[in-house]
């Protein structure tokens, strides 16, 4: 990841975060505090599937007060079978 690209972001671009464990999200937190994305552009938290509890990313991001922060899902592994393909 390079860093210095963040100071020419804008509103029309969009920041993902994929996060396997609490460290992730840690680490996640402070980069968009650091570099103020939230007020920049689009920002998203991502589970690696199966790695992470959704209910601890939802909790990490309330006890943090990430407000602005979305939390987007790989919805068709819900759905379907993770392993299924063309889904």
Known sequence: MDLENFKYLT??????????DIDDLEIARE???????????AVYISPV?????????????????MNGVNMQLQIHKIIWDP???GV
Do not use: H, P, Q, R
Request: net charge positive.
């Open 49 to 65: 599937f199966g790695k992470i509890e959704l209910s601890s990313i939802v909790d990490f991001m309330k006890k943090y007060n």
């Open 31 to 41: 980069i968009i505090e650091k570099y103020s994305l939230v007020e920049k552009c």
């Open 83 to 85: 392993e299924a393909k």
């Open 11 to 20: 509103k029309k671009d969009t920041v993902k975060f994929v996060a396997s």
